[in-house]
């Protein structure tokens, strides 16, 4: 067995802390840095980041990229970004990387820190395919070929379903709430439910692709007309309106554009624009 590579943390916030600990856990020598000073046991902590950047793998995993983009130098060999950004500025960092000589992998981390080093923790990334140390930490999956921003990209699609259904989910709540009904209760119909729904989204990627949308299911009039009543039913129940009230508008917006007949996909055209 070959020797480890030496690896750094930068920041040991909630998920930096889980990656040192799983570092540590697979037996690798770890260097740590953080903004407020921390110990991490069986770690090295250092005050500065330049003491860090001599480790052969320098993890970052900061809030924001505005706050790891003035500690980075050309000092680091291999710069692995699990900080959470947008495609492009994953982007900017890779060139920033190539044009000093750094070796640049960009993951993000599909996963909470309780799961890190467990196999339910997704990492996915792109730019360089060097990725021993992602191991550590769950199940690498490379989605770059040639562009650092994809991992981000998927990242993000990914959370905005995530999103839009905890959004969902809470509505949900307040409204059967509002009328005494416990979560407790309610929750197992909405995982039936949202299990039943997920099945439907190939035959929907499929139609966002052929761009045919013709339906003998369900029409986007009919949704249209749902989504002004759950909006006016959370009105109704002193709810705020804010999630619903958004939907309908933009379901709206793909009916008066002639999607009336269509499907649920064809809102992808309003989407798109
Ligand atoms: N937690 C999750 O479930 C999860 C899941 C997937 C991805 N992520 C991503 O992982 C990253 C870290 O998240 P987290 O949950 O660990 O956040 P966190 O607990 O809030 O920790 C934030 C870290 O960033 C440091 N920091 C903030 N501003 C800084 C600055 N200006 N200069 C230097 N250090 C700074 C903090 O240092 P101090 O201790 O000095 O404040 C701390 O180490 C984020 O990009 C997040 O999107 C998190």
Redesign the pocket.
């Known amino acids: 067995m070959g020797i480890k590579k030496t690896v750094s943390v930068?920041?040991?916030?909630?998920?930096?802390?889980s990656l040192a600990k799983a570092l540590v856990d697979q037996g690798y020598e770890v260097t740590v840095w953080?903004?407020?000073p921390?110990e991490l046991p069986n770690t090295r902590s250092v005050a500065t980041p330049q003491e860090a950047f001599k480790s052969d793998v320098v993890i970052t995993?900061?809030?924001?990229y505005?706050?790891?983009q003035?500690?980075l130098t050309n000092e680091i060999k291999t710069l692995v970004n699990?900080?959470?950004?947008t495609p492009e500025q994953a982007r900017a960092t890779a060139r920033w990387a190539k044009d000093n000589g750094v070796e640049y992998v960009d993951g993000?981390?599909?996963?909470?820190?309780q799961q890190i080093g467990t196999e339910q923790a997704k990492i996915f990334f792109s730019g360089s395919e060097n990725h021993h140390v992602l191991q550590a930490f769950g199940e690498p999956v490379y989605v770059g070929e040639d562009d650092a921003g994809l991992a981000a990209l998927y990242d993000l699609a990914l959370l905005g379903i995530m999103w839009a259904m905890f959004g969902g989910y809470l509505q949900a709540v307040a409204l059967v709430g509002s009328e005494g009904i416990a979560p407790e209760r309610f929750t197992p119909m909405a995982m039936s439910w949202l299990n039943e729904m997920s099945t439907l989204l190939p035959e929907m990627g499929e139609e966002t692709r052929t761009r045919q949308y013709e339906t003998d299911v369900s029409a986007l009039d009919i949704n249209v007309a749902g989504l002004r009543m759950l909006t006016e039913a959370n009105r109704e129940q002193g709810l705020d309106t804010t999630i619903p009230q958004a939907l309908h508008d933009l379901f709206e917006r793909a009916q008066r554009h002639g999607h009336g007949t269509h499907s649920i996909a064809s809102v992808i055209e309003e989407i798109r624009k």
């Open positions: 930068l920041g040991l916030g909630r998920m930096g802390s953080n903004r407020t921390k995993c900061l809030s924001t505005d706050a790891q003035p500690l699990l900080t959470s950004g993000v981390i599909m996963a909470v820190p």
